[in-house]
């Protein structure tokens, strides 16, 4: 982990009608830096990461990628998506294009890379994560953990300076998990600054720099990870603590 | 006669003649959907029986009505069955026969669409609960059938009544006959009459199909 | 239904059939067919292009023009095609718009087909998830390069089965030119059955040329129908 500040949220204010998502949210993700955002469903962790890639307009506050202002206004997010690579929880790969094509489409179409270099690049990535005879494949013909694979690596594959992850593994059946999980515990190793959201309580711990807490739209709780998780300062993080440790009880 | 020929409609009777042409259609076509929907009902249950035989037969009979664009249905029961059966059937009986066979099988398939879109966990669940086959038909098929069929119908409506427009070609005097009557007797006083009389018969048409399509949407959209 | 008792009452034995009238009158058909195919073809184009305009404007929303689209899908689904026809070929005239027959029938059937055409394209377009939209945006795509590479090629697996329902259902509707005097299928059968009432001869080969037309449209279509619904892309 470097200083260089590189991503920037400021006073964000989000509202959708009358409903406060998110309240004056604060933080700062330094170069090289994992920071896990946690919290209880609408929490408002998803739309904080929707922001940060432009995906819904703040009401009020900034966010600054390398001291450029993100707001979804034009051509200058679609220059700025391409410094954050984002990838969802429904994996969303195209249907109609093989997984290829699927990774190249972007840097070929936006970058304007020629199509050799991507696709060099594409098989590289796609062999990091174990997938290189599946490269003509369609979506339709791989497993859930598969697809999220290629969709990691459909965003890597336009060199972005920092990665969203929004409940990547929330949609993949219990015995995926750990295949997409390890493909991210890998980048992190690298040095990619990620910004991640998760329900998986034991791999936040293990890939964290630095755990945020968030409830009714607010920072509640900023700190390492094992502080937040064997010291939780607040209540409210207890208490959502320990709705994971029930349901380890039972299992 | 100057102006812009927009009165020749309101000369004498002329609109009133319009609306009785009108109506020649719409009755036909009133009397060809409440004929086909029960027919139609029937029709659809008969094509989900699993039986090669009556699969067959209904499959021939819906193919054969639908590859045929309508008008050459009219011709054939007009022109060819009087023939051939030395029957003299008016222009309005083959009309309404022709729209009835026509929409038969359109409702048929209406029917058995939304007779095959009922779940099968959805019988199997009533006859968990003990339910025979008819009241299963009738306590849990039947009304959520009618929710999907209703506004299907209603839309059957007005394509019967747009498709019912043609029966001026077999000779039958509806609304554009007469609209051509109006402007022949009205050729020299009212050069224009035909932009004004074509133009009114547009205007009905979609005064009387509009609102029904209306109403199927906002059933469609209720009930979805 | 019609003609089958037809063919089976009257000319069971087919012999009885007039063949040298059938084969003297042929080539009046064959014209009727080519009028009928190429009124069919230039409409369909024209329906297309009308219809997709028209369902991008309603997908985006488009101030206004969105107004004027679905006053004009109103319009044209609640209008049966002949009494538009009569309009523009009676009716225009009169305030100095004069098209030919031909032109008449081809507008027409753009005008009634655009709406088709439209609903059909629209309801593929509002089909694909949202979040596909949003994972282009993601990578850092551009409205018109979504519509092209993601949009577009996935609505068009839902589109085409409806698309080819409109297709046949507008070649079945050019039936109705004969009612502004084009000389078509209907108009030179009806012609040879007031003139020499040798009414079997003329419908048989007016539902054969029907069929000719028809028939292998028909097929394709649900083999496309067929293909498109196995392979859906599915995520």
């Avoid at chain 2, 021939?60 to 022109?79: D, H, K, S």
Wanted: glycine content about 6%.
């Amino acid at each position: 982990m470097e200083d260089k500040v590189q991503l920037e949220v400021t006073g964000l204010v989000k509202k959708f009608g009358d409903d406060t998502i998110l309240d004056g949210i604060d933080l700062c993700v330094h170069k090289g830096e994992v920071v896990v955002v946690l919290g209880p469903s609408g929490c408002g962790k998803s739309t904080l990461l929707r922001c940060m890639n432009g995906l819904e307009t703040a009401n009020e506050g900034t966010i600054l990628l390398d001291g450029e202002e993100i707001s979804s206004d034009g051509k200058k997010i679609t220059q700025l998506r391409q410094k954050i690579g984002m990838v969802f929880q429904s994996y969303d790969l195209f249907p109609h294009k093989n997984i290829i094509d699927n990774i190249t489409l972007a840097p070929v179409k936006v970058q304007k890379r020629t199509k050799k270099e991507a696709e060099e690049q594409a098989e590289k990535l796609l062999a990091r994560v174990g997938l290189s005879e599946k490269k003509k494949a369609f979506p339709r013909e791989l497993s859930g953990g598969q697809k999220q694979r290629v969709a990691i690596v459909r965003a890597l594959c336009m060199n972005p300076e920092v990665m969203l992850f929004d409940e990547v593994t929330a949609a993949l059946d219990p015995e995926m998990v750990r295949e997409v999980l390890d493909v991210m515990l890998e980048l992190a190793e690298q040095g990619m600054t990620m910004v991640i959201v998760t329900h998986e309580m034991q791999f936040a711990r293990a890939i964290a720099d630095r755990i945020v807490f968030l409830d009714n739209g607010k920072i509640v709780e900023e700190t390492t990870p094992d502080e937040f998780f064997t010291n939780p300062k607040t209540q409210r993080a207890k208490d959502f603590l320990h709705t994971f440790a029930y349901e380890k009880r039972r299992t | 006669m100057q102006g812009s020929g927009i009165e020749v409609l309101f000369l004498g009777r002329n609109f009133l003649r319009l609306l009785e042409g009108l109506w020649v259609t719409l009755r036909i076509s009133l009397i060809a959907v409440l004929l086909s929907v029960p027919l139609g009902i029937l029709f659809g249950m008969f094509m989900t029986i699993k039986n090669p035989i009556t699969k067959a037969i209904s499959r021939v009979y819906l193919e054969c009505i639908r590859i045929m664009p309508q008008l050459v249905l009219l011709f054939i029961a007009y022109f060819g069955v009087t023939r051939a059966f030395g029957w003299n059937l008016s222009a309005d009986i083959s009309a309404v026969i022709v729209f009835t066979l026509w929409g038969t099988a359109e409702m048929g398939d209406l029917v058995r669409g939304a007779l095959i879109s009922i779940p099968k966990h959805q019988y199997d669940s009533a006859y968990a609960l003990g339910m025979n086959k008819i009241q299963t038909f009738g306590y849990v098929v039947v009304p959520q059938t009618m929710r999907r069929l209703i506004p299907l119908t209603i839309n059957l409506t007005t394509r019967m009544i747009k498709t019912t427009s043609l029966v001026v070609l077999i000779g039958i005097t509806e609304v554009l006959k007469v609209g051509k009557q109006i402007i022949d007797a009205n050729r020299f006083d009212y050069p224009t009459a035909a932009l004004w009389v074509y133009g009114a018969i547009f205007l009905l048409y979609f005064l009387a199909c509009w609102p029904i399509s209306m109403l199927a949407k906002r059933l469609e959209k209720q009930w979805r | 239904m019609g003609f089958c008792f037809d063919i089976m009452q009257s000319s069971l034995p087919l012999i009885n059939l007039n063949f040298e009238f059938m084969q003297k009158y042929l080539p009046l058909y064959v014209d009727a067919a080519i009028l009928t195919v190429r009124i069919a073809f230039f409409g369909i184009i024209l329906s297309l292009i009308v219809g997709v305009i028209c369902s991008v404007i309603q997908y985006y929303k488009v101030p206004v023009l969105r107004r004027i689209v679905s006053v004009y899908i109103e319009i044209s689904r609640n209008t049966p095609l002949l009494v538009q026809l009569f309009f523009l070929y009676f009716g225009l005239p009169k305030i100095g718009v004069v098209w030919s027959a031909e032109v008449c029938a081809i507008i027409g059937l753009a005008f009634l087909g655009g709406s088709y055409m439209s609903e059909s394209i629209r309801s593929g377009l509002e089909s694909v998830e949202k979040s596909q939209i949003e994972s282009a945006a993601s990578l850092g795509m551009s409205k018109s390069l979504t519509m092209r590479e993601v949009i577009f090629p996935q609505a068009l697996a839902v589109s085409v089965p409806g698309v080819c329902a409109n297709v046949i259902f507008l070649i079945k509707e050019t039936s109705v030119v004969s009612g502004i005097a084009l000389a078509d299928l209907m108009y030179v059968t009806k012609d040879l059955i007031g003139l020499y009432y040798e009414t079997d001869e003329s419908l048989i080969m007016l539902v054969i040329f029907y069929l000719i037309i028809l028939l292998p449209i028909s097929i394709v279509a649900s083999i496309i129908e067929r293909r498109m619904r196995y392979a859906g892309f599915g995520n």
